[in-house]
Nanobody, 122 residues
Framework: QVQVVESGGGLVQVGGSLRLSCAAS????????MNWYRQDQAPGSKRELV?????????NYADSVKGRFTISRGDADNTMYLQMNSLKPEDTGAYYC??????????????WGKGTLVTVSS
């Protein structure tokens, strides 16, 4: 079993910054990628892939956050960060960390955290 925990969300004004953290633990053999998704609070909204970082350090971003968000891996194993700068009201939503990993039983499984809420106030 793998546990994924996000932290760092909160209320921030337009133009401000937040840093989200993600930590994965459990029976992890290797991690192939770590992702951040977000979902706004409107009923029926879809989850959007915001940023990805692979085990090799390759990163990818949604067009809506390029130049403002930076995804990175931590020094500690199985940790990840999302530095969010120049925040906009449309960045408001629940942010989820998703870990793609191999455990002692499964390969390539996606494990989701419960999310952390980011609110950007104008």
């Amino acid at each position: 079993q793998v546990q994924v925990v996000e932290s760092g969300g909160g209320l921030v004004q337009v133009g401000g910054s937040l840093r989200l953290s993600c930590a994965a633990s459990g029976n992890i053999v290797s991690i192939s990628a770590m992702n951040w998704y977000r979902q706004d609070q409107a009923p029926g909204s879809k989850r959007e892939l915001v940023a990805t970082i692979t085990s090799g350090g390759n990163t990818n971003y949604a067009d809506s956050v390029k130049g403002r968000f930076t995804i990175s891996r931590g020094d500690a194993d199985n940790t990840m960060y999302l530095q969010m700068n120049s925040l906009k009201p449309e960045d408001t939503g629940a942010y989820y960390c998703v870990v793609v990993c191999t455990t002692n039983m499964y390969r390539g499984m996606h494990y989701w955290g419960k999310g952390t809420l980011v609110t950007v106030s104008s």
